[in-house]
């Protein structure tokens, strides 16, 4: 309470709060417009067949579910950024552009990001638009209709990138996490309420264990997102003029979990990838795509299957992306350079080599612990037996981690203003 009303008492904070709260509920409004010519009923079958479509539902912020003017949310943008990343291994401009032009090269990078997410948010609109025109999901689906949809979905995703993008300059959160966290609260309520539809004395114990266990979660969330290992660094002492700089000892932080929640998003989008050419594959052959459709689904209903390749996925894609963004080379020869180096290795090769067998050994346990939050939903259903008891993993996290970074970015602020009262 005391920190609450320090934060309300500072007009500046207080300010920089009820603007990203408005731009927050913003989001929500725009999210509850649907697009044109839509069956909700049927959507909301299709949608409650498929946990595959359910998670993509929660990373657009429940968007989805109502096939709002927004229904992508900030997802094209995610994976823009995921491109964008993946292509620093490739071609070295974009690697010297990101790491080493500071602020500006970020700016750059975050600007091409945001060229490229327009032609991925119209494919994207398009394909799931197609698989719903197949489902019969859609009323209307002349050429016309299905054009000035796409527009429309195209607009709203990067009309929500733009918000996102204000949020953030208000240094209270990441905002492309901020709308995604406000999505995934925003379904709290139904979830509430569906449990409460179905209440039963005899699932009281369930409901407890139930309790328990999300406690534990967001317990072991905290735990591993925060953990870190600490590498220390020593610099050597430099003489310049009658200056002395140097001969500071400090740490280099490994995180745990390195990597976030991109892996999940990896493996999500390999695995719906079967799911679209099965749609696609429909303009060849009708045969071929029922056979193909067939398949797939008794593939995704196949429970403990399905939950296996899941965590595999996502423990490799965890490896890989750590991979793509720790350079332990690069970290070495940038110790080197200023004059650093880690006590009892030699700087250069051998460190690179010390740091990358450690961050090897960490992501262990961090893709591990990710591959357990995938799963997860499908576990508790399986143990409980229970549908609307689907502890969401993946929603925990990105719930946590955002809470995590917006008390820190807050705290820095009350730091930085209230530093003689502090």
């Known amino acids: 309470m005391e920190k609450l009303i320090q934060i309300f008492k500072n007009p500046d904070i207080r300010k920089k709060i009820l603007i990203v709260a408005s731009l927050l509920l913003v989001s929500r409004i725009f999210a509850t417009i649907p697009i044109p010519s839509v069956d909700l009923l049927k959507l909301k079958m299709f949608l409650s067949s498929s946990q595959l479509l359910g998670f993509l539902d929660m990373f657009s912020g429940g968007s989805l579910g109502k096939l709002s003017i927004v229904m992508l949310g900030v997802g094209p943008y995610i994976t823009a950024t995921i491109i964008m990343q993946l292509l620093t291994m490739i071609f070295p401009n ?12 970020r700016a ?30 859609l009323t209307m689906t002349s050429p016309f209709d299905i054009v000035r949809n796409v527009v429309i979905i195209t607009a709203g995703s990067m009309f929500f990138v733009w918000l996102g993008e204000i949020i953030s300059e208000q240094k209270i959160g990441n905002g492309v996490s901020l709308l995604i966290f406000a999505g995934i609260v ?15 004395p005899s699932q009281i114990p369930t409901y407890l264990l139930f309790l328990a266990l999300s406690v534990v979660v967001i317990a072991g969330v905290v735990f591993i997102n925060e953990g870190e290992r600490k590498i220390p660094v020593s610099y050597s002492r430099r003489v310049r003029g009658n200056k002395m700089y140097g001969g500071v000892s400090t740490y280099l932080p490994l995180r745990v979990n390195q990597a976030g929640v991109i892996p999940i998003i990896f493996a999500i989008s390999l695995l719906l990838l079967p799911q679209f050419l099965a749609q696609a594959s429909a303009l060849i052959s009708s045969d071929f795509s029922l056979k193909f459709n067939s398949l797939v689904n008794s593939f995704m209903n196949d429970m403990v299957v399905y939950s296996i390749v899941y965590f595999v996925l996502v423990v490799a894609f965890t490896y890989f992306y750590t991979a793509v963004t720790f350079d332990p080379a690069e970290i070495s020869k940038n110790l080197q350079r200023s004059g650093g180096f880690i006590p009892g290795i030699r700087p250069g090769d051998p460190s690179g080599i010390y740091l990358n067998k450690v961050i090897n050994r960490i992501t262990l346990f961090g893709a ?6 995938a799963i997860l939903p499908n576990l508790v259903s399986m143990t409980t037996g229970i549908s609307a008891l689907t502890l969401g993993g993946t929603s925990l996290l990105i719930v946590v981690s955002v809470a995590l970074e917006v008390e820190k970015q807050i705290n820095s602020h009350l730091v930085m203003r209230e530093y003689d009262t502090i």
């Not at 974009?94 to 090269?105: A, N, P, S, T």
């Open 94 to 105: 974009l690697k010297e552009i990101y790491y080493e032009q500071g602020e500006m090269g």
């Open 368 to 373: 591990f612990f990710l591959g357990v939050i």
């Open 108 to 137: 750059k990078f975050n600007r091409i990001s945001r060229y490229i997410t327009v032609p991925l948010a119209a494919l994207q609109g398009y394909g799931f638009l197609n698989l719903l025109k197949s489902q019969q999901i």
């Open 186 to 200: 925003d379904r709290l309520p139904t979830t509430i309420k569906t449990l409460l539809l179905n209440y039963s």
